[in-house]
């Protein structure tokens, strides 16, 4: 199994830029493709962005595609989800899960505890 541990949220404003990191511990993360989720209170976690293992393949949710950038390293066992032109609706707690490959959050087995992004306007 692997553990996975996010990152780098926080509250910034609209506009700004934010840098999530996704460690993994206890299994290498390159034995797993990994993806990027977000929920607000009361609504499905929705999918933002997902990457293959070798970061060959990479695919967006409309509405993060332009500002969001999805990568990994494995060498140091870690995922990245750079968030450039924060808007006020991205405002959510992000969650990193590996081990699936798709839009849906049952495809995943593993998940992060998740970080809070408020983006003020």
């Known amino acids: 199994q692997v553990q996975l541990v996010e990152s780098g949220g926080g509250l910034v404003q609209d506009g700004d830029s934010l840098r999530l990191s996704c460690a993994a511990s206890?299994?290498?993360?390159?034995?797993?493709?990994m993806g990027w989720f977000r929920q607000t209170p009361g609504k499905e976690r929705e999918f933002v962005a997902r990457?293959?293992?070798?970061?060959?393949?990479?695919a967006y949710a409309d509405s993060v595609k332009g500002r969001f950038t999805i990568s990994r390293d494995n060498a140091k066992n870690t995922g990245y989800l750079q968030m450039n032109n924060l808007k006020p609706e991205d405002t959510a707690v992000y969650y990193c899960?590996?081990?699936?490959?798709?839009?849906?959050?049952?495809?995943?087995?593993?998940w992060g505890q998740g970080t809070q992004v408020t983006v003020s306007s």
């Open positions: 899960a590996a081990g699936g490959w798709g839009t849906s959050r049952y495809e995943y087995p593993y």
């Open positions: 206890g299994r290498s993360l390159s034995s797993y493709s």
């Open positions: 990457i293959n293992w070798t970061g060959s393949t990479i």
